[in-house]
């Protein structure tokens, strides 16, 4: 059985995601698709729309096989490990023989040597880096340009300036991310990259077909309500989204965590705000500096007020969602997170994906584990913290949703 891995947050699943999870199956002809699936909190440093389980069940509507989580330790991360996290999953299952990613270039021929390159990230690359930075580029950016200078070096100026262009595209820098850590794990996993068509990765408003991005369904349910974001969905995505927010389940969104955020804010001295995961640069002086001269205690006025050139929303989000779940700098280090997940924590499956499971009890090389009482881990015990905090920022948070992460098995069909 030929299995294809993708790496998904389904935020919510929409038309978009349909038409990849399709063309990966035919661009690799497999037989099963296995997902990583982000859980609560995602990598934009956002809660998610709905909950992970409500999700992972619009990915088995549509046809996944097998849908993993994300741990919340790579999940809210810059693309190099939340990549890094995700590939890990595919390749410690040992039933997957291929990845397929969106990009904006729809072709590896420029990226995937690049990864390679990359992989064995030098002391040149990391100079390159820092000297962007203190240009005052973020980080996306300086890495973009720091990764197109040292491979375009040999080459004219043009295919220098050609491919930093290719990698500010949000996609493509990703997909470079999924295939560095390909060359970093020595996987076997082939990759396949199918093209974005019609909206962009973060394109507020929609576009005239029936493909919009999910910023702009976001935008559309949390202003307009869900009938109006009808038509950019399947239509078993809209019933799980009606039913979750008929339920007080959703949707979800950042200022519905603003009483525990500037709790934690208020709470916390500059020096104990430093020792969090993303505080970097005196960002702990700027938050509590910014707090002070809010003219609305909202999460967006905050990020607002914090937000500059060289700090994107995005980032300043991760920082915020550490600094809420206490994530600390000690503990989610690099030479930690490059060990790789604990485990493989399953969400759903089909009666494929049960065959999968099967295997996976010879193949894998992480515990695989469908409840959480059954393996004690540092990486699983945030998982569980994120999910209670999750559930407290619900419309109407219900004490079961709490501890759901115990008390509910995978989803089957």
């Known amino acids: 059985m030929k299995t294809v891995g993708i790496v998904v947050e389904y935020n919510p699943l929409h038309n978009g995601h349909v038409l990849h999870y399709r063309s990966s199956k035919e661009v690799s002809e497999a037989d099963a698709v296995v997902a990583v699936m982000s859980g609560p909190f995602l990598q934009r440093g956002e809660p ?17 096989d097998l849908c993993l989580e994300l741990p919340v330790t790579y999940a809210v991360q810059p693309a190099e490990w939340f990549a890094f996290g995700a590939v890990a999953i595919l390749e410690a ?52 340009a720091a990764a197109a200078v040292l491979f375009g070096e040999s080459g004219p100026a043009t295919a220098t300036t050609e491919l930093q262009e ?6 493509n820098s990703l997909g470079l991310h999924y295939l560095i850590a390909l060359q970093r794990l020595g996987s076997r996993i082939t990759p396949y990259t199918i093209p974005r068509v019609s909206a962009h990765y973060h394109d507020p408003l929609p576009g005239t077909s029936s493909i919009a991005s999910a910023t702009a369904i976001r935008n559309i349910i949390l202003s307009q309500g869900l009938e109006a974001a009808r038509p950019y969905m ?10 979750e927010i008929k339920s007080g389940l959703a949707p979800v969104h950042w200022e519905q965590f603003r009483q525990p955020l500037f709790q934690a804010l ?8 430093e020792s969090f995961l993303e505080v970097t640069e005196g960002l702990e002086h700027r938050v509590q500096r910014s707090l002070s001269q809010l003219e609305q205690p ?27 779940l206490n994530h600390d700098k000690a503990s989610m280090n690099r030479e930690e997170l ?46 569980l913290a994120a999910a209670a905090v999750y559930a407290n920022g619900q419309p109407r948070p219900q004490i079961g ?12 069909p």
Do not use: W
């Not at 949703?401 to 089957?412: R, V």
């Open 48 to 64: 998610a729309i709905a909950s992970k389980r409500a999700r992972a069940e619009m990915a088995l509507a549509m046809g996944v």
């Open 93 to 144: 299952t040992g039933v997957v023989d291929c990845l397929s990613f969106g990009s904006e270039s729809g072709t590896l021929e420029q990226i995937l040597p690049l990864s390679r390159s990359l992989a064995n990230e030098s002391g040149e690359l990391r100079s390159e880096i820092e000297k962007r930075l203190r240009e005052g580029m973020n980080f996306p950016s300086a890495y973009g």
């Open 166 to 171: 290719l990698l500010t595209q949000p996609n």
């Open 234 to 243: 399947p239509e078993f995505t809209y019933d799980i989204m009606e039913r």
């Open 266 to 273: 208020l709470t916390h001295t500059p020096a104990e705000l």
């Open 298 to 324: 909202t999460v967006d006025a905050l990020l607002e007020a914090l937000k500059t050139k060289r700090y994107t929303r995005t980032k300043l989000q991760r920082m915020l969602m550490h600094i809420m």
């Open 338 to 383: 490059a060990k790789g997940p604990g485990y493989i924590r399953v969400l759903g499956f089909s009666e494929t994906g049960r065959s999968l499971l099967k295997r996976m009890k010879r193949s894998a090389s992480l515990p695989v584990i469908h409840q959480p009482a059954k393996l004690e881990h540092p990486q699983l015990e945030r998982d």
């Open 401 to 412: 949703n709490y501890y759901s992460d115990y008390l509910l098995p995978p989803l089957t």
